[in-house]
């Protein structure tokens, strides 16, 4: 099967600007995950997606971040605008819920370079 | 809250060496424990898994045991290859009763193994 892909993979800005990222997850799989993962850390989740609905953004600085997965599908990450402070590898997860028994399936990530 | 703590790295040994990484974790009620591995430049990879008390997850030589007495999941590999150098991730899963809320997942160990 396919994995996750996202894109892009990498991705260098300045700060101020807009920029998004976009998770297409594995096919069938209803719960969608974003993490953040900076340098020498293990990640750390932003937002998790139940088919379209987002049940846990607790962790998403909503002042300038935002996501959306419309159709249950496709996810989108979008930052605006961007600080040097976000400067770190944003991954894209799948799993077919959200049980305990459903592993999740990471994306190869964006890199992100704020500068 | 969660929460998920291995050892530092990077860690080196010689091929063929015995491995033990060390975890531990804190968490309410039984959460489920996992092993990811990331080689470089790719995506994290579900190593293994262990889902109650004294279950063992085991895949590619490298095993863990779920020690609900004292919290831990270590990771161990009898003999170690150059191709297994890699950052290890320890991290729990919990169903906060609403479904699954994510991966926690510790800080990363970086191993590193010489021919």
């Known amino acids: 099967e396919a994995g996750v892909v996202q894109s892009p993979r990498y991705k260098i800005i300045e700060k101020k600007q807009p920029v998004a990222f976009w998770c297409n997850p594995i096919?069938?799989?209803?719960?969608l995950y974003w993490y953040l993962q900076n340098l020498g850390q293990g990640p750390e989740l932003l937002i998790r997606y139940e088919n379209e609905e987002a049940v846990d953004d607790s962790q998403l600085p909503k002042d300038r971040f935002s996501a959306e997965r419309l159709k249950g599908v496709d996810s989108t990450l979008k930052i605006q605008p961007a600080e040097l402070g976000d400067s770190a590898v944003y991954l894209c997860?799948?799993?077919?819920?959200?049980?305990?028994?459903?592993?999740?399936?990471f994306g190869n990530g964006t890199r992100l370079t704020v500068t | 809250g969660n929460s998920v703590t291995q050892m530092e790295g990077p860690v080196t040994l010689s091929e063929e060496a015995f491995l033990t990484i060390n975890c531990t974790y804190t968490?309410?009620?039984?959460?489920?424990l996992f092993w990811y591995v990331q080689y470089p430049g790719e995506g994290l990879q579900l190593l293994l898994k262990?889902?109650?008390?004294?279950d063992k997850g085991s895949n590619k030589g490298f095993e863990a045991t779920y020690r609900k007495e004292t919290t831990s999941f270590h990771l161990e590999k009898g003999s170690v290859q150059v191709s297994d150098s890699a950052v290890y991730f320890c991290a729990l899963m919990r169903d906060s009763g609403g479904g699954a809320d994510g991966l926690t997942f510790g800080k990363g160990t970086h191993l590193i193994i010489q021919p």
């Open positions: 262990a889902t109650k008390a004294d």
């Open positions: 997860a799948s799993s077919l819920d959200s049980g305990l028994n459903s592993p999740l399936h």
């Open positions: 968490a309410t009620g039984y959460p489920s």
């Open positions: 096919s069938g799989h209803n719960t």
